[in-house]
């Protein structure tokens, strides 16, 4: 598909203003404040109920919160059966496979909502589920642990999940899910498969039990279609109450005729491309795995593959037509990664279509480089330096993968340059391909579309030739040398605690491009991240704020709203409007009414961000800012 790329000249200026950010103020409100990585921590610490539940991962979709509120970037996890987790006088037999059955229900947080003591806003919390995304069907028999077996619909009830009492809340499986052991026969060959006498002998066991097994999605539609290659990230979604799991399933082939071989070695060690020959691939599948029952729908997602023609043709009741996809399920569809990854690099030489320069490999592009995590970290992991690497045939792989650790594609929610709507889109930087990595100005960065109507359209904006811009790894070393962000950072990486650094993010505003960087601390003793500053830098200037926002409207004068309490626990005071000059106190009761309105709003506004209310804090936050222009005026 990289004949498909569209390219576009990127005008870059460094003269961005508040004004800039104003017209982007949805693409603000989105900025990821949370690593996934780093908010695995804080769900598993803050939400995982008890030592048998586990959040495996943490995968980035966008929601609606209200029916009438705009898309906001969440972050999920879905919380799974951790059976190694249960104490050691729990591990029984009947515990094991009869009780301990199944996971229950999700959380999920706002990539940019931060509350006054650096934790999520969690909109979908605890157990029971409350919040939104709804979830009125929470056990999750099948999902992406789905280690052993487990029997259901016996006499011994099923535990949900343990109250904060400690009485155990128990229910017993009422679905379509696994196989009925309903003769001795069923039982004895179950019983043979798992190599385990008990399902044969336990009178806990009737007629109108089922045997749960392969219930890892990865196994299940691996097994369903071995035929084909899946993608190493499974996201779930919630839709109708239900939480459902996404697979991105591909066909390949290595006989494409005068076709490059493809270049997999920044694919993920689970991914099934991984290691894979091909010159030929397509995401012609989506898998989708309802977790409480383990049916699986085959959508076929690219009806022109002639590959995925075939297999339909072998297996016609296997695969569903991509046109009957539920459009709410569409909706959160998403460009899969390991495909991005693969055309990414491809590109980094494919973008060349003049042929001497193609050839000659000039104006070759490289995947930019990955700033360090750690605040005591001197610098990136390094990979030695040789010849350049090759496949399994021995061919050249298409870039060189030299020097340092490379920056990882990322899911955004924003307005792209020149377009009027927002776009949920992957995105990668590059720098200019130099073997001993020296070359670290930013060439150009590739998107991808998910969006119904747009998915699948790439977009490349190459940077001018006139032009040395900042790399991520330029731009992190400005923020390194930076001496009161240094100073900051001593002394949060002290006294028992951690910092680190969460992903550096480019976030093209109009022409311009803003760089932003959370910080976390972690405590020894809670061991959970929090954050504590955000890092902006656009052009020259450069800023380390307590909030996003506050951090923005130092380097811009102002800020639209973003999704984050103040530390004193207020909504966030950058949030009206910077002044452009020194406001003398007035005394007038009509400005006082009008500024006492504002901080009443803004009081509101803070108590619906703790309630996860995001509509009503946006309303809020909008009608402070209102009241305080006014107040100006008067």
Same mark, same amino acid.
């Given at each position: 598909?990289?004949?498909?790329?569209?390219?576009?000249?990127?005008?870059?200026?460094?003269?961005?203003?508040?004004?800039?950010?104003?017209?982007?103020?949805?693409?603000?409100?989105?900025?990821?404040? #949370?690593?996934?990585?780093?908010?695995?921590?804080?769900?598993?610490?803050?939400?995982?109920?008890?030592?048998?539940?586990?959040?495996?991962?943490?995968?980035?979709?966008?929601?609606?919160?209200?029916? *009438?509120?705009?898309?906001?970037?969440?972050?999920?996890?879905?919380?799974?059966?951790?059976?190694?987790?249960?104490?050691?006088?729990?591990?029984?037999?009947? @515990?094991?496979?009869?009780?301990?059955?199944?996971?229950?229900?999700?959380?999920?947080? &706002?990539? @940019?909502?931060?509350?006054?003591?650096?934790?999520?806003?969690?909109?979908?919390?605890?157990?029971?589920?409350?919040?939104?995304?709804?979830?009125?069907?929470?056990?999750?028999?099948?999902?992406?642990?789905?280690?052993?077996?487990?029997?259901?619909?016996?006499?011994?009830?099923?535990?949900?999940?343990?109250?904060?009492?400690?009485?155990?809340?128990?229910? @017993?499986?009422?679905?379509?899910?696994?196989?009925?052991?309903?003769?001795?026969?069923?039982?004895?060959?179950?019983?043979?498969?798992?190599?385990?006498?008990?399902?044969?002998?336990?009178?806990?066991?009737?007629?109108?039990?089922?045997?749960?097994?392969?219930?890892?999605?990865?196994?299940?539609?691996?097994?369903?279609?071995?035929?084909?290659?899946?993608?190493?990230?499974?996201?779930?979604?919630?839709?109708?109450?239900?939480?459902? #799991?996404?697979?991105?399933?591909?066909?390949?082939?290595?006989?494409?005729?005068?076709?490059?071989?493809?270049?997999?070695?920044?694919?993920?060690?689970?991914?099934?491309?991984?290691?894979?020959?091909?010159?030929?691939?397509?995401?012609?599948?989506?898998?989708?795995? *309802?977790?409480?029952?383990?049916?699986?729908?085959?959508?076929?997602?690219?009806?022109?593959?002639?590959?995925?023609?075939? #297999?339909?043709?072998?297996?016609?009741?296997?695969?569903?037509?991509?046109?009957?996809?539920? %459009?709410?399920?569409?909706?959160?569809?998403?460009?899969?990664?390991?495909?991005?990854?693969?055309?990414?690099?491809?590109?980094?030489?494919?973008?060349?279509?003049?042929?001497?320069?193609?050839?000659?490999?000039?104006?070759?592009?490289?995947?930019?480089?990955?700033?360090?995590?750690?605040?005591?970290?001197?610098?990136?992991?390094?990979?030695?330096?040789?010849?350049?690497?090759?496949?399994?045939?021995?061919?050249?792989?298409?870039?060189?993968?030299?020097?340092?650790?490379?920056?990882?594609?990322?899911?955004?929610?924003?307005?792209?340059?020149?377009?009027?709507?927002?776009?949920?889109?992957?995105?990668? &930087?590059?720098?200019?391909?130099?073997?001993?990595?020296?070359?670290?100005?930013?060439?150009?960065?590739?998107?991808?579309?998910?969006?119904?109507?747009?998915?699948?359209?790439?977009?490349?904006?190459?940077?001018?030739?006139?032009?040395?811009?900042?790399?991520?790894?330029?731009?992190?070393?400005?923020?390194?040398?930076?001496?009161?962000?240094?100073?900051?950072?001593?002394?949060?990486? %002290?006294?028992?605690?951690?910092?680190?650094?969460?992903?550096?993010?480019?976030?093209?505003?109009?022409?311009?491009?803003?760089?932003?960087?959370?910080?976390?601390?972690?405590?020894?003793?809670?061991?959970?991240?929090?954050?504590?500053?955000?890092?902006?830098?656009?052009?020259?200037?450069?800023?380390?704020?307590?909030?996003?926002?506050?951090?923005?409207?130092?380097?811009?004068?102002?800020?639209?709203?973003?999704?984050?309490?103040?530390? @004193?626990?207020?909504?966030?005071?950058?949030?009206?409007?910077?002044?452009?000059?020194?406001?003398?106190?007035?005394?007038?009761?009509?400005?006082? *009414?009008?500024?006492?309105?504002?901080?009443?709003?803004?009081?509101?506004?803070?108590?619906?961000?703790?309630?996860?209310?995001?509509?009503?804090?946006?309303?809020?936050?909008?009608?402070?800012?209102?009241?305080?222009?006014?107040?100006?005026?008067?």
């Amino acid at each position: 598909g990289l004949d498909n790329v569209v390219t576009h000249d990127f005008k870059y200026t460094d003269k961005l203003n508040g004004s800039n950010l104003e017209a982007n103020a949805q693409t603000v409100r989105n900025v990821r404040l #949370w690593d996934p990585a780093n908010v695995q921590q804080s769900y598993q610490r803050l939400q995982e109920n008890r030592s048998f539940f586990r959040f495996d991962d943490v995968d980035i979709d966008r929601y609606k919160l209200n029916p *009438d509120d705009q898309l906001t970037q969440l972050e999920l996890s879905v919380r799974e059966l951790n059976i190694g987790g249960l104490p050691n006088d729990r591990r029984s037999w009947v @515990n094991r496979h009869l009780q301990y059955t199944h996971g229950y229900g999700a959380v999920a947080s &706002p990539a @940019n909502a931060v509350t006054a003591d650096g934790k999520p806003v969690f909109t979908l919390k605890d157990v029971p589920p409350t919040g939104t995304p709804r979830v009125t069907q929470p056990q999750v028999y099948f999902g992406q642990q789905g280690e052993d077996y487990s029997i259901v619909g016996t006499k011994q009830q099923e535990v949900d999940f343990v109250s904060v009492d400690g009485t155990d809340t128990t229910s @017993n499986y009422k679905g379509a899910g696994g196989v009925k052991l309903d003769n001795m026969v069923k039982r004895a060959a179950f019983a043979a498969r798992v190599g385990d006498v008990n399902p044969l002998i336990s009178d806990l066991v009737t007629g109108k039990s089922r045997a749960m097994y392969l219930t890892n999605i990865r196994e299940r539609a691996q097994k369903a279609a071995p035929f084909l290659s899946f993608d190493y990230d499974p996201y779930p979604v919630i839709m109708d109450g239900r939480i459902n #799991w996404v697979q991105d399933a591909y066909t390949t082939s290595n006989d494409y005729p005068y076709a490059q071989q493809a270049d997999t070695s920044r694919v993920e060690n689970t991914s099934g491309l991984k290691g894979k020959n091909f010159n030929y691939l397509r995401n012609s599948v989506k898998v989708v795995t *309802d977790a409480y029952d383990g049916t699986m729908h085959f959508y076929v997602n690219d009806d022109t593959d002639p590959i995925v023609k075939a #297999w339909q043709k072998t297996f016609p009741k296997l695969f569903t037509k991509g046109s009957q996809v539920p %459009q709410q399920l569409r909706e959160h569809f998403r460009y899969p990664e390991d495909l991005f990854r693969v055309q990414s690099v491809m590109y980094g030489s494919y973008h060349m279509t003049d042929s001497k320069e193609f050839y000659g490999k000039s104006d070759r592009w490289n995947i930019a480089q990955k700033p360090a995590s750690t605040a005591t970290a001197g610098s990136t992991t390094t990979i030695p330096i040789g010849p350049p690497p090759t496949n399994s045939s021995g061919q050249p792989l298409v870039q060189v993968q030299s020097g340092e650790a490379r920056i990882e594609p990322y899911y955004l929610l924003m307005r792209l340059p020149d377009e009027e709507q927002m776009s949920f889109l992957m995105f990668q &930087p590059y720098v200019p391909f130099s073997i001993d990595d020296r070359r670290k100005e930013l060439s150009a960065f590739l998107t991808a579309k998910s969006d119904p109507g747009n998915y699948g359209k790439l977009n490349a904006y190459v940077m001018p030739r006139d032009r040395q811009i900042d790399g991520p790894a330029l731009v992190d070393a400005r923020i390194q040398q930076d001496p009161t962000i240094a100073q900051q950072v001593t002394l949060l990486n %002290q006294g028992g605690s951690r910092v680190d650094y969460g992903n550096m993010l480019i976030i093209p505003i109009d022409n311009g491009l803003l760089y932003v960087r959370p910080l976390y601390v972690t405590a020894r003793q809670t061991q959970v991240p929090e954050f504590k500053k955000a890092i902006v830098v656009q052009g020259n200037k450069i800023a380390m704020e307590d909030t996003l926002q506050a951090a923005l409207s130092k380097v811009f004068g102002s800020a639209p709203a973003t999704l984050e309490e103040s530390r @004193n626990g207020q909504a966030p005071a950058a949030s009206s409007p910077s002044p452009t000059g020194p406001t003398p106190a007035s005394t007038d009761p009509h400005t006082r *009414d009008l500024l006492n309105q504002a901080n009443d709003a803004f009081g509101q506004a803070d108590a619906a961000l703790k309630a996860g209310d995001l509509a009503k804090y946006q309303d809020q936050i909008n009608k402070g800012i209102a009241l305080v222009r006014q107040a100006k005026g008067s």
